[in-house]
Structure formats: C-alpha cells, structure tokens
C-alpha cells in the first residue's frame, strides 16, 4: 500500500528502514530523508502487451536471488477459500523471493512465481509491460563477473550503463582520493560523514566512471545526489557491498546498470483464455518497498489473489473472471493506472474491480470503495459472522482501486484493520495471522461469487 505519512514516521521507529530522499530536506546532512513517492503526483504510465516468453517478459532473477516453486497442477483441490495455501503463498513470495521493490532482482522472481501459478491452474497468462515516470525507487544492479547485486539509483543520478576496474575510496572525502587514479574506473565508498552529493562530485570531477556507495547498516537505501550529477551514482546494501569489496579486490570488472528517469515494471493478468472479457476483475499488487520483505504488504493480497484464482479455478474456470496482481504500486500506483488506462482506451474496462491489499492482519476488515459495493460486502460480512467496518481510505493512503474508481468502475477494497510493521524489514511473515488471513479470504470469496452471478 502507498503510504507517505507512515513511512515517515516508520523511520523513526526504526533505523534499518528504508531511506527515501528529496533535496528539499538534507536534516541529516547526508542528503537522505524517508519520503517516499507521492501516489497523486501528476505523472503518466502507458502499458504495452508482451507475450510470456518472447525475451522481454522478466521470467529469471539475479543470481543472488532465490528462486520459488510455483503452485503445481493437476490437482486444484476444493473449490473454497483455504487460508492455508494463501499463507504458503505469502511464504513462498516474502522469505523465498524477499524484497521485491519494482524492477529489481526480487520483483522479476515474484512475477514469474505468480505467472507461473496462474497458469497452473489453467490460466491463460499475460505479463503486461508498461513504462512509467516518476519512480523514486530506480531498482538498477551492479554485476561482478556472473554474480549481481540489486543497487537503487540515487536521485539526481542519469540512467545508462558503466563499467571499470573499481578503487575504494573509503568515505570520499578530498583527502581520501589522495594517491588514487580513478579516471575511468569505477569508486567504491562507504556511507556517512558528508552529504552523498559531495562524494558524488569529488568522484566525477575526478573522472571517475561511476559511483557506488556502500552502506552502513544490512538494508538497501536511496540517498540524494543533488544536482549535477553527470555519471551513473547507487547505493547497495552492506552485505552486497562486501561482495563487491572483495571482487574488487581481486581484480574484477564492476557493471552498473542504471535505469533512466523512465522506468519498467508489469502486471500479471489471468483470464479464462485468450483475449477473454473481464467482466469482474479481482487483484492487488506484488511489489514491496525497499528492504522490506512485505509479508503484509502485499505479499498477503497477492497471496489471497491467488488462493482466489485457485478456488475459483477448481470446480471450472468462471468465464468473465480475471485476476491481476500489479507491478509499481509502491512507486504510485503505477501498474493499476497503466492496466485501467488501456482497458479504458480498448472500452474493456470490468463491472466490478476488487483489490486485496494487506489482507492478513487485525481484527476487523475495512470495507472501502463504492456505496453500493460497500454495504453489499457488510451484509455478506455479517451473514458469515465476520467482523467488518465500512471505512474511508485515509488521506495519506493509495491503493489500486483508486485506479479503477477513476476510469468509473464500481470498487471494493478489503484490507485488514492492522498496519502491523508494513513499509519496515520487520514486515515478516510472523507478523501474519492465519485467522485474519482466512477471515479476509472468505468474505473476498464470497464476494466474487455474488459478483460472478451478477456480472459474468
């Protein structure tokens, strides 16, 4: 789930976050703050089909990462929610595969788990390509040899590749690069003691190639390079800054590959066959912030998305409904705008869109979207005796469903009343209940049903 005001504040609370940065605030005098991308900021995202497959579907990761097993046909079991296949789900995607923040190693293995999935149950599977600006969450990788690491590009950095034996520089003040040629090669520095601009600019105005900043703590981060910036500058982890240390060390050539101010991500989307009309479409989004493997959010909705895709596929595939899980919506709710933008120009828009976002967690299920949709879930809620609130979305909230309400879609949103440790590396599947979780699930269910023999 998008959230501005939280992840402020989350920063505070604990000191492994993320580090999102904007140059209108350096209070830590190393050009880092914890604002993430504003979901209502005035940007576009087209979307572009691919055919799995064709080379420019993301179906591998980065060597780093690990790879999971996809839910496996022939048998599909009963044709009900089961709160215990949403929860291997949500293992499989946030301690398997991890953090997966757009475009990065993690998001890749995420999108193909869940094609892969979906088309197991008998799916016709399309992975949807789309281009987007205004992503403060460059995911680029820095490779040594056959092994890469996932690197976050440092705002005011351009995109583009460079490559170059590496020299350590230790915290790049001036008097660190003293004695040190780096015309042409790439710099290795550690974070801390001055802002990360200036380090930037001693390197390049050095002729140094690129710059790579290393961490001081285990997570990922994304510093502030300020302006004028000419050469390719990221930010890895501790851990994977100790890889490259060593491959430094030994010798090795350093690639970086930096995304411009354009970025990539797709959508999965499940249909009952080719070319199929999604009358009612059911879906929430796969990817995560950075450093967080995203438990809640929103390895549990996608989880419920495809529990969902599983129950409803095992007595037949209901034809009318799809199912979709998002790319970019913690960058700004990217993926969704960029599927309800073509649906609408293709007039394929759905009846009714449902969005699952952190559905694993609390009490109570918040009830969110169209008046009508709204008190229609209540009244299901109550038959099943599971407690629901019709709520409003708080202001410095976004989710996917805002999308569709835009392109004048009925919507439902179900989430769980408990923010838990979301937008945090603590964000761990130990923080999910099983109980919420299947709570969550069963009314999700119930509602698809009503909304198939309505609308499909």
């Keep these: 789930m998008v959230n501005i005001r939280a992840l402020v504040l989350a920063a505070v609370l604990s000191a492994a976050l993320l580090s999102a940065c904007s140059d209108k605030d350096d209070s830590t005098g190393t050009g880092e703050t914890a604002t993430p991308a504003d979901s209502t900021a005035s ?54 595969i991890g953090t997966r923040e757009a475009g990065g190693a993690g998001d890749r293995a995420a999108i193909e788990y869940i094609r892969a999935t979906f088309a197991g149950y008998g799916y016709d599977v399309e992975v949807m390509e789309f281009e987007y600006e205004g992503d403060r969450f460059r995911a680029g990788s820095v490779s040594a040899g056959q092994e890469a690491f996932d690197s976050f590009t440092m705002n005011g950095s351009p995109g583009g590749s460079a490559s170059g034996t590496a020299v350590y520089v230790g915290l790049a003040r001036e008097e660190d690069f003293a004695g040190k040629d780096v015309r042409g090669k790439v710099v290795l520095a550690d974070r801390g003691d001055i802002p ?7 390197a390049q105005s ?12 285990a997570d990922d981060f994304i510093g502030n390079g300020g302006e004028g910036v000419t050469i390719p500058a990221v930010g890895v982890s501790q851990e994977s800054g100790a890889a490259l240390m060593a491959a430094a060390a030994s010798g090795a050539e350093l690639t970086l590959e930096v995304p411009g101010i354009r970025s990539t991500s797709w959508n999965v989307i499940a249909r009952p066959a080719p070319g199929a009309t999604c009358s009612v479409l059911v879906g929430g989004h796969h990817d995560s912030v950075a450093s967080a493997p995203g438990a809640l959010d929103n390895a549990s909705g996608t989880a419920t998305t495809l529990e969902l895709a599983r129950a409803f596929a095992a007595d037949g595939i209901d034809a009318g409904l799809c199912f979709v899980t998002f790319g970019a919506e913690e960058s700004g709710l990217f993926g969704s705008d960029a599927l309800a ?11 009714v869109f449902l969005n699952l976002d952190m559905t694993g967690l609390g009490d109570a ?7 009508e949709l709204v008190q229609q879930a209540d ?12 709520h409003e979305l708080a202001g410095f909230l976004g989710s996917d469903h805002q999308s569709f309400r835009e392109e004048g879609v009925p919507v439902l949103f179900l989430t769980t009343d408990d923010l838990g440790k979301f937008h945090t590396p603590e964000d761990t599947i130990d923080t999910i209940d099983p109980d919420d979780l299947e709570r969550c699930g069963d009314l999700a269910y119930a509602m698809v049903k009503e909304f198939v023999a309505t609308f499909a």
């Design 365 to 371: 299920i918040q009830l969110i979207g169209s008046a």
């Design 43 to 96: 940007t576009t995202a087209t979307g572009t089909a691919t055919t799995p497959g064709n080379g420019s579907t993301p179906t591998s990761a980065a060597t780093t990462q690990a790879t999971a097993t996809p839910t496996a046909k022939p048998s599909l079991g009963a044709a009900e929610h089961i709160g215990a296949n949403a929860f291997e789900h949500i293992r499989q995607l946030s301690e398997v």
């Design 379 to 390: 009244s299901v809620a109550e038959e099943l005796d599971i407690e629901a609130l019709p």
């Design 196 to 202: 990360f601009a200036q380090k930037i600019q001693s």
């Design 206 to 217: 050095r002729g140094a190639v690129a710059i790579i900043v290393i961490n001081n703590a």
């Design 341 to 351: 933008e073509r649906m609408a120009g293709e007039g394929t828009l759905p009846e």
